[in-house]
């Protein structure tokens, strides 16, 4: 089977927004409610609290995310939801009114589109919420509803709001508040698929499915896949899968999956024993143990072999999301950390995704606290900002690093160096993670130019002939081209 994956991904750099936290709107616009009481913008997040992001507000920041070189953006869910994170869906064809319902995401949408900004929405199809009509009606009418069957009932009376009684149905890692669909209902079923179609004839760029890996039911996904894609067969579908995710990328289901397996690894390089381990424990990754550059370079080699290249160049990896605290934060503050993932980040095979705030030194412990409001720009880290913009505008540029063959030339102690390569387009990059100024003497045999360019970072190298030496000062990278 020949593998087809969207184009468009391959050339994206994502832009992950979480909108209750993203942007304000600052103009005036017809509201449903004109005196909320948002939580302070800048105060800690709270797990129910909203701070009143809106789509409009985002719209307004266009031109910031257009001059970071973004050309993609991901939301964490926009259903009408009673939580500020919306992963608790009430309805799945409406936009919530807080963010400005289904007129300001039409809006939103095609001035992203205008801009060759792709969007794509978080579609959580495995659980609901209390409030979704039909789960409500179970709930008033009890086994006389007829939509008994559209969830996983094991007794009476339902208890969706005291721990004192059993809650006598399914809910997502056995919270109430979510309950979950029965997918062998043919019914339902073919209710999520609607969904699916339905934004898709809206608009929208493509689906990343919260926690796909709990529906069971079979070709579920498969169907998903073709019915999306006969709509739009460059629609992007990504799936929230942790770990090794070959089941999932085999080509008949999705393109790829949040890269997490590729976040821990490049975090244990590049942070090392910095990483907080209290940050990163109660999550399905490993930023740790730390790794020098030889197990660095096994692993991705093992990781760049488990699927298709086709499915390489259409993964989402990242270092950070709304799931998992943020990478200034795992490192204990350490700037270098961040910037040397970074450099990582935008040289790997895959579309990176930037989880928002990330790119102007946003901290944030595990949630809430990795979900704070944007922050105003006299509170930017104006270095780590500039090394987001730099890698950002070079991955444009350099085809090499979208598409290239990824090689690794050298991997010993904590400096680690590698090329992207597509035809005559060749690109050396190196990261020496280590505390110590550190040499690598390269045979260029294995090159196919003499890289003459510093592109980015501080490295002094030179050619003698065949051979190829490059100096990288303590915690430093850079890329030759």
Sequence with gaps: MQIQTPDWVKHSVFYQIFPDRFARSKQPHKRLLHDARWEDWDAMPTLQGYKGGDLWGIIEQLDYIQDLGINAIYFTPIFQSASNHRYHTHDYYQVDPLLGGNEAFKEFLDAAHERNIKVVLDGVFNHASRGLFFFHDVLENGPRSPWVDWFKITGWPLAPYTGDLPANYEGWAGNRALPVFNHDNPEVREYIMEIGEYWMKFGIDGWRLDVPFEVK????????????????????????????????????????????????????????????LEQVQSRDYQPYPPLFATEYAVKIQELLALYPWEIQLTQLNLLASHDTARLITIANGDQPSVELATLLL?????????????????PGAIDPDSRRGFPTEANWNQHILNTHRQLIALRHKYPALRAGDYKILFAQGELYIFTRTLETDELIIAVNAGTATTTANLDAANLQTQSHQLLYGAAEF????????????????????
């Design 462 to 481: 030179k050619w003698h002939g065949e051979k190829l030496t490059l100096t990288l000062p303590p915690r430093a990278g850079c890329i030759l081209g």
């Design 346 to 362: 935008l040289t790997f095979p895959g579309a990176p995704s930037i989880y928002y705030g990330d790119e102007v030194g946003l």
């Design 217 to 276: 039911t079979p070709g579920f996904w498969q169907e998903f896949r073709d019915r999306v894609k006969a709509i739009n067969p460059e629609a992007y579908i990504v799936g929230e899968v942790w770990g090794d995710s070959r089941e999932w990328l085999d080509g008949t289901q999705f393109d790829g999956v949040m890269n997490y397996l590729f976040t821990g690894l490049t975090i244990a390089f590049t942070a090392g024993d910095r990483v907080v």
